[in-house]
């Protein structure tokens, strides 16, 4: 068993185990929703449509994932933020409280972001998403459990925080392979260029710099060499000389 799963399995329980008796309270002492405060209504809303859109974020995670880290991180925010979810629509029901059944708008455009992603690129934007979204989530996880009024729905913040703390631990750890991964693709191409520039094709030498150029390098191929030019002058010579003779001799 991988350290993901004894994390999240130890954080899973006791965060379902301490929802355990918030939802018994509230099976025993019926409540309205409009007794409800506003903090503790809107804390479970947000919860859910966090639980909702990691559920779908993580399924993502799982099919395209590249990294086996970020795969594992997906399926295990599914199994999870599934059961967290579960016991909150529980406990709203039981508080008359009625939940959103989707993402949020920003949370869908995340979502389409992924869906556009691949390879590297999609395990980068995962890993963020996942550091981002756990951290609002804990955020307001405190906020609940510091200004909540009522029990079963701080009792059930209380309990949640601990897996949310540990999703976030397990976040960081992949946003960090996946830098690493970037950084080991881009080093080579960098190093590929910088090699490039230093060592350059013999074809693009400059072969002569002309006179009068100013030091201008020539980069046209080069002239006949010295020998074949003398070879050259010294025919031309001979026909002169061979011309002349026929004249005199004519005359």
Do not use: C
Request: net charge positive; charged share 15%.
């Amino acid at each position: 068993m991988s350290a993901i799963p004894k994390v999240l399995a130890l954080s899973a329980g006791s965060a379902l185990v301490a929802l355990a008796p918030a939802t018994a309270f509230a099976a025993g002492t019926p409540q309205l929703a409009a007794q409800l405060s506003v903090q503790d209504v809107s804390w479970m809303r947000t919860t859910a449509t966090a639980n909702i859109s990691e559920i779908q974020s993580g399924r993502l995670a799982e099919a395209r994932g590249s990294l086996p880290a970020v795969r594992e991180l997906g399926a295990h925010y599914v199994m999870d933020h599934t059961k967290a979810l579960a016991q909150l629509q529980a406990l709203a029901a039981k508080l008359g409280v009625t939940l959103p059944s989707g993402p949020t708008a920003p949370q869908r455009s995340e979502l389409a972001s992924l869906i556009s992603a691949r390879g590297g690129a999609f395990d980068a934007l995962y890993a963020a998403d996942a550091v981002k979204d756990h951290r609002a989530a804990i955020a307001g996880t405190r906020q609940e459990i510091a200004q909540g009024s009522d029990a079963p729905v701080v009792d059930a913040a209380r309990g949640v925080l601990p897996l949310l703390e540990a999703h976030l631990r397990l976040a960081e750890q992949a946003r960090t392979q996946t830098q690493t991964q970037t950084q080991a693709h881009t080093q080579p191409h960098a190093q590929t260029m910088g090699q490039a520039r230093l060592n350059p094709s013999s074809a693009m030498l400059p072969r002569t710099v002309a006179a009068g150029s100013g030091g201008r390098a020539d980069t046209a191929p080069a002239l006949p060499s010295a020998a074949p030019a003398a070879a050259i002058a010294a025919g031309a010579g001979l026909l002169t000389w061979g011309f002349r003779v026929l004249l005199r001799r004519r005359g």
